[in-house]
């Protein structure tokens, strides 16, 4: 009896110390999912999830699936099931601060494949990458970030900034300078209605704009849409459904009702 009640006991205090790591975490675990469309169609779907332990670790991940339309064609024309890619970063909070240790990216399907892996040594001031079975190293300033968790740094900071903020970024081997500019508060329709926001536009190593994105300040920052020019293509993320963040809302249009 005494056994199982030291063990109560511990199970209990370890609960209590779960939930005191998660309540000070700057921002709360959660699940986001996203529609991907390519100059107006469906494209992916895309998952992005953050969790974070009981002694202040967090993983954040970015998963991207091929959408069903383009699946099927992908198969008819005997390409396999479409591209499939996962970013992945594992770090742990200090000082109220999303610290990255590790980064690592999969592209899988037909012949786009790709991966990189990154793992940062703070004490030395150095991270460490392997790409292509090809390793090398890096410095990397105190502060620096991975390619996902900088989103993490720019949610955290977008409360209390404003007009324009950079970041160290390690992204693809390199170390890069991403600013982003505050244009303004601006409502947003989406699949559940219009939404506040907070509109930014991203740069890297002072180029041109990249990025734009619309962040939900009622949702700790959480992006709502991010558009992206590439290759002469708009990609755009849009918010569907929202799981954590102390609430427990579907916004796809089907469960808007008709």
């Avoid at 793992?119 to 150095?126: H, I, M, Q, S």
């Avoid at 900034?161 to 409502?187: C, H, I, M, N, W």
């Amino acid at each position: 009896m005494r056994g199982r009640t030291s063990c109560r006991c511990a199970l209990g205090a370890l609960a209590i110390l779960s939930a005191a790591a998660i309540a000070e975490a700057p921002i709360p675990p959660h699940r986001a999912e996203y529609l991907l469309t390519r100059d107006g169609l469906p494209f992916g779907v895309i998952t992005m999830e953050l969790w974070i332990d009981a002694n202040g670790g967090y993983r954040y991940r970015a998963h991207t699936e091929p959408h069903a339309a383009v699946a099927l064609m992908s198969q008819a024309l005997e390409l396999g099931d479409g591209i499939s890619q996962t970013e992945e970063s594992l770090g742990a909070l200090e000082a109220g601060r999303f610290q990255p240790r590790e980064y690592h990216f999969r592209r899988e399907g037909t012949e786009a494949e790709r991966s990189l892996d990154l793992t940062f040594d703070w004490a030395k001031g150095r991270a460490a990458i392997t790409s292509g079975g090809k390793p090398w190293s890096m410095e990397v300033p105190a502060g620096a970030q991975d390619k996902l968790s900088v989103l993490l740094a720019v949610r955290q900071d977008l409360g209390a900034t404003q007009g324009e903020r950079s970041y160290r970024v390690a992204d693809g081997g390199r170390l890069k300078t991403y600013s982003f500019r505050v244009l303004g508060r601006e409502s947003l329709p989406g699949p559940a209605g219009e939404r506040d926001t907070m509109a930014l536009e991203r740069s890297k190593d002072g180029r041109e704009v990249d990025y734009r994105l619309w962040m939900a300040p009622d949702l700790h920052q959480l992006p709502v849409r991010i558009e992206r020019d590439e290759a002469g293509s708009l990609y755009v993320m849009e918010l569907t459904r929202i799981e954590g963040l102390g609430l427990g809302q579907d916004t796809s249009p089907a469960a808007s009702g008709p």
